[in-house]
């Protein structure tokens, strides 16, 4: 056997908590150590990633997802950091919304929780830098610069109300907008939006623009809306913004 037929049969052993292969040149005990050290550090990264998901499924639903990455996800990025990410791209094509008609146990919210779990930590980790100020006074002319670490999420679920107590069946009939972003001091917070408030979002992370650009952009939009009804509903909705620390100055 080569050394490089040797690493994929080792690999594939590390990878099956079932497997019984044996290494001559390896004392069994350390190996099961060894074996035992990879899936826990693993499974202690997906359970700090998404907390809420593992809460919500079965015990046996979570397991059974720990065991098939760990045995199945043919990981891009080498790195720790990025094993979230691998999670939720192995999701992607492991659950029944994905294609995948032998998972049909799983909530039909599954992968976008996970989704949503994974975006928390992202925004959590970007860097937000020191030139960005908080947004005192707003008039017609004020450039509104989106804060950067803003993600703005759609999804068929209201994933960010899922918990042990909440729970949806079936799908809502209108799409749903959360916010994710970092406030100034760090903390990452977020907010759900109707479709006027993302679609807000939308036009600003293309681009800032003042009050009076966004206003003639929305009002073309939103046809069905009395025109100064919008206008000062999109006032307060930038003050709104602006306390939140969603809109930012820079110098």
């Not at 939720?88 to 039909?108: E, K, R, S």
């Not at 989106?146 to 009939?173: C, E, H």
Request: charged letters at 20%; zero cysteines.
């Amino acid at each position: 056997m080569s050394f490089k037929d040797l690493q994929v049969d080792f690999a594939k052993w590390l990878r099956d908590p079932q497997s019984d292969a044996q290494f001559a040149a390896i004392e069994p005990r350390r190996l099961a150590i060894y074996k035992r050290l990879i899936h826990n550090n693993i499974k202690q990264f997906l359970r700090n990633g998404f907390p809420v998901l593992q809460k919500v499924l079965a015990p046996a639903q979570w397991q059974q997802l720990e065991r098939d990455f760990i045995a199945q996800h043919q990981a891009k990025s080498p790195l720790f950091s990025q094993i979230g990410q691998e999670f939720v791209d192995f999701l992607a094509h492991y659950l029944p919304l994905q294609g995948n008609p032998q998972q049909t146990d799983f909530p039909p919210w599954t992968f976008e929780l996970a989704h949503y779990e994974r975006i928390e930590v992202d925004v959590r980790f970007k860097a937000l830098g020191t030139e960005w100020q908080p947004l005192a006074a707003v008039d017609e002319d004020t450039q509104l610069n989106l804060n950067p670490t803003a993600y703005l999420g759609i999804y068929d679920f209201p994933v960010a109300r899922i918990s042990p107590d909440y729970q949806p069946k079936s799908k809502p009939n209108e799409p749903y907008f959360v916010l994710v972003y970092q406030e100034l001091n760090g903390d990452v917070k977020f907010l759900e939006l109707n479709p006027l408030t993302a679609f807000v979002v939308e036009q600003l992370q293309q681009k800032p623009l003042t009050l009076t650009q966004l206003f003639e952009v929305i009002k073309v939009q939103f046809t069905s809306f009395d025109q100064a009804v919008l206008q000062q509903g999109l006032q307060q909705l930038v003050v709104d913004f602006a306390e939140r620390s969603l809109l930012l100055s820079r110098p």
